[in-house]
């Protein structure tokens, strides 16, 4: 399996960041750099990583069904994560949970029919002072307003054409 | 850039770089004092450095509250194996966001902080363990690591001290159990992040089954200061048993939501309505979580009198926690709230052991059931019972964070519970509904 130079450069790193003969301890940073690369951890990914690590696919497998950022089906481009967490929900996350289910016509894990969104209620992401909250892959948004949520969804659906 | 406006009443010590420009720049740290508590700590010996932070009572401060200086005191010294730091940067008590800060404004002084305890165990590594969904901060330390390996304060024989030190970040990808210290050990050894029984403690058997010290980044942060001013003038800016400051996430039904470091010992009261600027809407304070989530939730009137500290807190049955306080007003549904807790551990409940699991899932289950207005009286007392039975039974402390905050629940709002009896909808939600549509 091939990666950008740059993600190469990233697992020989992690590679060597560890003891001596712990070189597993470099898996779970290597499967979600790579998921971010090729979308999602797929059966190639796993492979990949099992053998850069020493270990059999099978134990990379178990270990991918316990951590909620590991996805094994490919999500949309743009991953809408809305936190309804207590602080959040105190916030009126719940509202916005709905309203974004209602305008992307989906549900909890769900990828819209054109791959553009795929939608997630996550636990508490650490925003708590800035709730209402959520994450677009790896971005924050802090204090979204249901009008501010149709905006930005509206915002990347553009990007996406 | 989610940081509030500072309260005058505040005391910046960890906090007191946050908003400027540049703030994570090593230049700006190193103008402003950085690193010269490293310096001073490395003509010290080991044991002067852990007493200074004895001395200093600096407890844990990612919600267990443990002695730090006690902690590092239990790292067999002599022992033949290599020794290691490691950072609990996987913030993810519900209502805590403080770390975060931390990390974005001040990525320096958290590397400062590992060098000291590095040297007052004699570690020459340490992990920095990020959770997953702070990416940008893994891209913000891994600059600051790399200007502190430039300018010659990270690697080998730092600054001429003889000193080396190597320190690296490393992702989570998702579980607020790895925020619990052993299974993060085992997350950080490439496993499912499940606990481990203890004895033996971190201290003695933790990464890759060396010596190693565990703290949350708040704790490790504090620790140039104690070094630099002295652990006693730590000490005097708190209460007795608990000095200095602490992070203070204000969340809720809260006018002036924001990250605000208090001396321990503050007052509640006064933290929220002056530092917090008082409940939103001008409502009345219902319910009140002193440190996130799994702390037992203080009603109005416990809230008189307390203050924000270790004491004070289990006076009153609770705990200070990781510093998430949340604020309910009047319009809260408590029955919700619990639900919305449970749901939440029930979903992080790692499954290792079966009281917290099954006892998890049964709470959720039984909460839904009455939120949705479908509860019976018996089941009251059935949710406090399995709460009950969890309590102390589990490995890691997971199982008492969700039943705790439960217990305090349904006993200090049973009322609620019973305004749901019978099909009856729920009275908070068709307010909120008409209010708001």
């Known amino acids: 399996m091939t990666f950008s130079p740059q993600l190469e450069a990233k697992f020989e790193k992690l590679l060597t960041s560890y003891p001596p003969g712990r070189q597993r301890s470099a898996m779970i940073p290597m499967l979600l750099y790579g998921q971010d690369e090729v979308g999602y951890v797929s059966d190639e990914l796993i492979e990949e990583v099992a053998k850069r690590v020493g270990v059999s696919p099978l134990q990379v497998n178990e270990v991918i069904s316990y951590y909620s950022m590991l996805h094994r089906k490919p999500l949309g481009k743009y991953h809408v994560q809305i936190c309804t967490n207590i602080s959040c929900l105190l916030n009126d996350g719940d509202r916005l949970w709905e309203r974004a289910c209602a305008k992307l016509g989906i549900g909890h894990k769900e990828v819209t029919a054109d791959g553009q969104f795929s939608l997630e209620e996550v636990e508490c992401i650490g925003a708590c002072s800035w709730a209402p909250a959520l994450q677009v892959n790896y971005d924050f948004y802090h204090k979204v307003t249901p009008d501010e949520l149709d905006r930005l969804l509206d915002g990347l659906r553009k990007n996406a054409v | ?437």
């Open chain 2, 1 to 437: 850039m989610p940081y509030n406006e500072p309260s005058p009443l505040e005391t910046r010590v960890l906090s007191r770089r946050f908003g400027r420009p540049n703030s994570a720049a090593i230049d700006t740290y190193l103008a402003d004092g950085g690193y010269q508590a490293f310096l001073k700590a490395a003509k010290m010996k080991p044991d002067e450095i852990i007493e200074e932070v004895k001395i200093s009572n600096l407890r844990g401060r990612g919600g267990a509250g443990f002695p730090a200086g006690m902690k590092w005191s239990f790292v067999p010294r002599n022992s033949p194996k290599p020794k290691y730091i490691v950072v609990n940067a996987d913030e993810s008590e519900p209502g805590t966001c403080k770390d975060r800060l931390l990390m974005e404004y001040d990525p320096h002084l958290l590397i400062e902080g590992c060098l000291i305890a590095g040297l007052s165990v004699g570690a020459h590594a340490g992990y920095i363990y990020v959770r997953g969904e702070y990416r940008y901060l893994i891209d913000i330390l891994d600059k600051a690591l790399g200007e502190a390996y430039q300018g010659g304060w990270l690697g080998t024989n730092i600054q001429g001290t003889g000193f080396d030190f190597d320190l690296y970040t490393h992702t989570g990808a998702g579980a607020y159990e790895c925020g619990e210290e052993s299974a993060l050990l085992e997350s950080l050894e490439g496993k499912r992040g499940v606990p481990r029984i203890r004895p033996p403690f971190p201290a003695v058997v933790g990464a890759f089954q060396c010596p190693t010290i565990l703290n949350n980044v708040e704790t490790l942060c504090a620790v140039p200061a104690i070094i630099r001013d002295g652990g006693k003038a730590f000490a005097d800016l708190g209460v007795p048993k608990a000095g200095g400051t602490k992070l203070t996430c204000l969340t809720g039904h809260i006018n002036k939501p924001g990250v605000y470091e208090l001396v321990l010992g503050f007052p509640v009261m006064k933290m929220i309505h002056e530092v917090g600027g008082g409940i939103r809407h001008g409502k009345k304070l219902k319910a009140f979580i002193p440190g996130g989530s799994s702390c037992p939730v203080l009603t109005a009137a416990e809230c008189e009198g307390a203050t924000m500290d270790y004491d004070s807190m289990a006076s009153r049955k609770s705990m200070l926690g990781s510093g998430g306080v949340v604020v309910m007003d009047e319009d809260t549904c408590m029955v919700k709230a619990a639900l919305r807790i449970m749901r939440f551990y029930a979903h992080e409940s790692c499954g290792w052991c079966i009281p917290c699991r099954e006892g998890t899932a049964w709470l959720r289950k039984l909460l839904t059931r009455f939120h949705e207005g479908r509860g019976t009286r018996a089941d009251i007392d059935l949710i406090g019972d399995v709460s009950k039975n969890m309590l102390g039974r589990t490995f890691c402390p997971l199982g008492d964070a969700a039943a705790l905050p439960t217990i305090s629940i349904v006993e200090k709002f049973r009322q609620e519970f019973e305004d749901h009896l019978d099909g009856k909808p729920c009275p908070y939600e068709q307010a909120r509904h008409l209010v708001t549509v």
